[in-house]
T-cell receptor, first 116, second 111 residues
Framework: NAGVTQTPKFQVLKTGQSMTLQCAQD?????MSWYRQDPGMGLRLIHY???????DQGEVPNGYNVSRSTTEDFPLRLLSAAPSQTSVYFC???????????????FGEGSWLTVV | QQQVKQSPQSLIVQKGGISIINCAYE??????FPWYQQFPGKGPALLIA?????SEKKEGRFTISFNKSAKQFSLHIMDSQPGDSATYFC??????????FGPGTRLSVLP
């Protein structure tokens, strides 16, 4: 019963490097999303997807790219890492965007990223 | 109008006491109000949720109180335990829209 799986758990990058945070879910959820969590800022939505082939920007999309080629996977790409992208990143999924009877969001364990 | 406000930012409670966290929203179209609990080093997990057609929902020591006219809802943790120490997020949602999260409350329950 894996749920939402994120890799890597920890990563240190140098400014200007690129990398991809991986996210996979095994619940056949249509909706997937990426959040970043910073002290005092709560959870801020970066990008989201309502199904394979469909992605959209959230609240803080600059510096990040996403793609959704399959229902299961939703990778987040940092194009040219900056110290301001030092954060904890959470991938999440749910059966639908928003609410319906019994719907909720399931989060991964998080990826700690430090950009030096 | 999409914002969810949450207070306090941090809370310290003695073991056995009552922890109360408050949230407020503006958008009357929201129809689902969950609370998430996050332990250090982990992702948030659903704790309890309520819909606006009821004023209160209780699950064990955790209760949500909902005031539709005031557009406020709160989480009450009765008989707080050190194991309840975590960050709590309120959220609001509606069909077809992304969840909106509050900024979080860090709860510390002293033994």
């Amino acid at each position: 019963n894996a749920g939402v799986t994120q890799t890597p758990k920890f990563q240190v990058l140098k400014t200007g490097q690129s990398m991809t945070l991986q996210c996979a879910q095994d619940m056949n959820h249509e909706y997937m999303s990426w959040y970043r969590q910073d002290p005092g800022m709560g959870l801020r939505l970066i990008h989201y997807s309502v199904g394979a082939g469909i992605t959209d920007q959230g609240e803080v999309p600059n510096g990040y790219n996403v793609s959704r080629s399959t229902t299961e996977d939703f990778p987040l790409r940092l194009l040219s890492a900056a110290p301001s992208q030092t954060s904890v990143y959470f991938c999440a999924s749910s059966s639908l965007q928003g609410t319906s009877s019994g719907n909720t969001i399931y989060f991964g364990e998080g990826s700690w990223l430090t950009v030096v | 109008q999409q914002q969810v406000k949450q207070s306090p930012q941090s809370l310290i409670v003695q073991k056995g006491g009552i922890s109360i966290i408050n949230c407020a929203y503006e958008n009357t179209a929201f129809d689902y109000f969950p609370w998430y609990q996050q332990f250090p080093g982990k992702g948030p997990a659903l704790l309890i949720a309520i819909r606006p057609d009821v004023s209160e929902k209780k699950e064990g020591r955790f209760t949500i109180s909902f005031n539709k006219s005031a557009k406020q809802f709160s989480l009450h943790i009765m008989d707080s335990q050190p194991g309840d120490s975590a960050t709590y997020f309120c959220a609001a949602a509606r069909a077809g829209q992304n969840f909106v999260f509050g900024p979080g409350t860090r709860l510390s329950v002293l033994p």
